[in-house]
């Protein structure tokens, strides 16, 4: 028996040592993206809102219209060589470049284009959002949006809205445009091709979808007909790492090209390593502590303002937010319109000031709550959070796991999460935090943060409606100052500590691979040396 | 040698019927406990059903029809019984993280934690038991000793630790192995799936460059579970073997002369193999559903991470599908262990 044994533990010993031949860093027309590919609902774009299914949907479609990564303002052609604006602002017209086809060989037109966006705004998803807020619906999309010929574009605008948001949010995407005809070969009881959209692709992107196993890798191939011109990869994979730790050592190994999801632990340990470049792609969300306004300790003032003392901001941007969000504190991202010029601190980390505003709101022995955070991504906030807030008298009960489904139903007492946007446009973060037209319970408007927090304050909502009718730079931003300002001074019920920052290791021969704000970051002109 | 049997053909025949039929009715009963069990789970978790079809961005409509279209206007009872129904037709509902039926998903996720446990359950079995053994017939000797710590250390280390600093040593300094998935990039999607099993896979095809990765995927997180099993089944080898040694028969054995190399392998090892049967079969079942860290650390994309995911996003077909699933497979594993104990033990036949 023990023979048995020692030659079986010698053989596989063996076989380990011959296997490691087989291991090398990646091929020079190969990118390994080490990412988290787990929670992959759909690959359909009409569907999808996170990050990575985002950044894979924006390589297997091309939109009409796209946005430099650096100059996010800029709106570049894509499927669309030009587009025009009528004088009253009540319609745009693009014309479509005749050389792009989709992966099945049928030439994109401006009837794909049409069904595409028509698809979008009558599946009522995620996808849908922007569109919806310029005042497409089910009933009106078909004859507002259409092809006048196999070239031209029309889109009505149903309301008077800023021509800007309307061509930012054709580039997003949700937007991509899908092979009409393809799709509809797929399409089962007048399911516009939902279901065979979630596990397939459609588009005239750069790459094709090979093969997608949830939690575990998707593998794309180029097109050698892009119109775009051939991509320098061959394949481009993403491959499910889960663990940190695992995916500091696949990229040290150069076994991994890219790494997104890195934990801050492993960040700083790779600032130092000559091999990688770290990015820092600001996106267009914040970090905040949410207070449900529905809780009666919560939705006094002096309670709110107190919540805006006890997290200790400074110590986290050194530890788990360094890599993750810089200090913020308006709800104007940097950058854009009506923001200021530089942090300007509206609150700090003071404990006993938190203390006396609770004795004043009526709570001298202060406060109990239950915590919850986003995700198992924000332990390490919401643990800081229930150190530092029990200096000031509040004792946070932290319940771990997933509570998005709670925040969305208003089932919650504090929360603390982040948000994201798409549009490169304060509205879209307005929209978020200041927009709730309708406060009620059977109103379900999920989407905005503000009905999730039940906090109502129609000045705020007016001034959202104001800025996406208004179409002059100089308003516009004056617009974002005057509801920063107010937001600020009501001691709001979401309180924006971090401006949202997205790390991205790529190793250092890679070249090319730009992480965009808008999460669409394409990969057609990366190349290796 | 003619089987013997102290009854009748005819009554041994009724006899040995009898005896399926009430098995087969025993396993049909625990089965539809099982699916209740894991009905009145979906029913009890704190998740929308609806919502779970459909995600959260719906409309009112949508919502109303797929209330109906799910029968969650009928009563509990006919409920059941067109979730039994659906089971018998491979209908586990469909995944909302993934966005696939429940029973694709699994027929992808099983064969992966499938062959992780039973690769893991051979490496604890073929260290275990001998430790347990040797430690057993050197009992409170030096070797005895070592033969615990050894398998203490197994049990007492966490196993995500264990499995970055095995992944430090043996991928990143060694390069012996792989760091995540069940076999490199480059050879993804070069073998069909047959049996899901990618090193038989790999095998049936021949192409060996795939088998090689395959193993050098696997064999890292196979040996750290295998190495955390050890500790449970050496424990159990040991003492089994002690309560054997003391035996009358080992005594008469040892004084007809007999070396002790034949007295512990021919004679004792002979007679705890049943009891070692049920705890290899235990630790095996125990890993199908049980490695999710280790899932974790090796990005194997098998039951653990699927159920824990599922768990952690309200996916409650995810989660009764896979609980139903491990529940039956714990059921086949009895079942198995039931007709080897017999082919292996007469006295239980």
């Known amino acids: ?529 | 040698m003619p089987s013997v049997s102290i009854l009748p053909g005819p009554r041994a025949r009724r006899a040995r019927l009898g005896r399926l039929a009430g098995r087969t009715v025993s396993l049909a009963l625990t089965l539809l406990g099982l699916m209740a069990l894991t009905f009145l789970m979906g029913r009890l978790l704190p998740a929308d059903p609806v919502l779970a079809v459909t995600g959260f961005e719906v409309d009112r409509a949508t919502y109303d029809r797929v209330f109906l279209e799910l029968g969650l206007d009928r009563p509990v009872w006919q409920q059941f019984l067109a979730y039994v129904g659906g089971i018998f037709q491979g209908d586990l509902g469909r995944s909302t993280t993934t966005g696939q039926p429940v029973a694709v998903d699994l027929l992808r996720v099983f064969p992966a934690t499938f062959e992780l446990a039973l690769t893991a359950a051979l490496v604890g079995s073929l260290l275990g038991i001998p430790l347990g053994i040797v430690a057993a017939v050197n009992r409170d000797r030096m070797i005895d000793h070592i033969a615990r710590i050894i398998g203490l250390a197994g049990y007492s280390i966490p196993i995500f630790w264990m499995g970055l600093m095995a992944l430090l040593v043996f991928y990143a300094k060694l390069r012996w192995v792989g760091a995540s998935g069940r076999v490199d990039v480059y050879y993804e999607g070069l073998v069909p799936s047959r049996t899901g099993l990618l090193l038989v896979d790999s095998a049936i095809a021949g192409d060996w460059a795939v088998f090689r990765s395959a193993f050098a995927h696997l064999i890292l997180p196979a040996s750290i579970l295998g190495y955390y099993s050890t500790a449970y089944i050496s424990r159990m080898a040991r003492s089994f073997m002690l309560e054997q040694l003391g035996q009358e028969y080992i005594v008469a054995a040892r004084a007809k002369g007999l070396p002790r190399h034949a007295v512990v392998w021919r004679h004792a090892f002979k007679n705890i193999r049943v009891q070692l049967l049920t705890v290899v079969a235990l630790v095996f079942a125990g890993l199908l559903d049980g490695t999710v860290l280790v899932e974790t650390v090796f990005g194997w994309p098998g039951v653990g991470q699927y159920l824990t995911r599922g768990l952690q996003y309200n996916d409650m077909n995810v989660v009764m599908g896979t609980v139903l699933v491990i529940g039956l497979l714990f059921l086949a594993m009895n079942t198995i262990t039931d007709w080897l104990y017999r082919r292996l033990d007469p006295r239980t036949r």
Not at chain 1, 203 to 231: A, H, N, Q
Not at chain 1, 356 to 370: Q, V
Not at chain 1, 506 to 517: D, F, I, S, W
């Open chain 1, 1 to 529: 028996m023990f023979r048995h044994i020692r030659n079986g533990i010698v053989g596989s010993t063996a076989l380990a040592l011959v296997s490691a031949a087989a291991l090398a860093a990646t091929p020079p027309d190969m990118l390994v993206i080490g990412t988290d590919v787990g929670a992959i609902p759909t690959l359909d774009p009409a569907a999808l809102n996170a990050r990575t299914v985002s950044e894979l949907v924006s390589n297997l479609y091309d939109n009409l219209l796209k946005l430099d990564p650096d100059d996010l303002q800029s709106i570049q052609p894509m499927l669309a060589l030009s587009w025009e604006v009528a004088p009253d602002s009540s319609s745009i017209t693009l014309k479509l470049r005749d050389d792009a086809t989709f992966a099945s060989g049928n030439p994109v037109t401006a009837e794909d284009a049409a069904w595409t966006i028509q698809r979008v705004i009558k599946l009522g998803q995620v996808g849908a959002t922007d569109l919806a807020q310029w005042g497409f619906t089910a009933d009106n999309v078909e004859q507002l949006v259409r092809a006048e010929d196999e070239r031209t574009l029309v889109i009505e605008l149903p309301e008077q809205v800023s021509t800007d948001l309307v061509l930012y949010s054709l580039a997003g995407s949700s937007l991509g445009i899908i092979d009409r005809k393809a799709a509809l070969e797929h399409e089962t009881d007048g399911d516009l091709a939902r279901d065979w959209l979630r596990a397939n692709a459609a588009g005239s992107g750069p790459f094709t979808l090979v093969e997608w196993r949830p939690d575990d890798i998707v593998v794309t191939e180029r097109r050698e007909d892009y119109w775009g011109g051939t991509p320098a990869m061959r394949r481009v994979i993403m491959r499910h790492v889960p663990e940190s730790g695992n995916l500091r050592l696949q990229l040290e190994a150069g076994d991994v090209d890219i790494g997104q999801y890195v934990g801050s632990g492993d960040l700083e340990a790779l600032a130092g390593n000559e091999d990688m470049e770290i990015q820092h792609t600001p996106g267009f969300g914040f970090y905040y502590i949410a207070l449900n306004q529905k809780d009666p300790d919560l939705s006094k003032p002096k309670v709110r303002e107190a919540f805006q003392h006890v997290l200790d901001w400074e110590a986290l941007s050194q530890s788990s937010m360094r890599f993750n969000g810089f200090p913020w504190q308006s709800i104007i991202p940097r950058g854009m319109a009506g923001a200021p010029e530089e942090f300007e601190e509206h609150f700090a980390y003071d404990p006993e000031r938190a203390r006396e505003l609770l004795a004043e709101a009526g709570y001298p022995d202060g406060l109990k709550k239950k915590l919850y955070p986003a995700g198992d991504g924000h332990l390490l906030n919401a643990e800081s959070l229930q150190a530092t807030a029990r200096l000031a008298g509040i004792e946070l009960e932290l319940i771990p796991g997933n509570h998005v489904p709670e925040f969305r139903a208003r089932d919650f007492e504090v929360y603390t999460g982040n948000s994201g946007g798409r549009l490169p446009d304060p509205f879209a973060t307005a929209t978020h935090y200041a927009f709730n037209p309708d406060n009620s319970d059977e109103a379900q408007l999920s989407g905005y943060y503000m009905w999730r927090t039940a906090w109502d304050v129609p000045e705020l909502t007016e001034l959202t409606n104001e800025s996406k009718r208004e179409s002059d730079p100089e308003k516009r931003a004056q617009i974002f100052r005057e509801m920063d300002e107010m937001y600020q001074q009501l001691d709001p019920s979401l309180i924006v500590f971090f401006q949202r920052v997205d790390p991205y290791v790529v190793r250092a021969e890679v070249e090319g691979y730009v992480g965009h704000p808008t999460w669409s970051t394409r990969w057609a002109d990366v190349t290796k040396n």
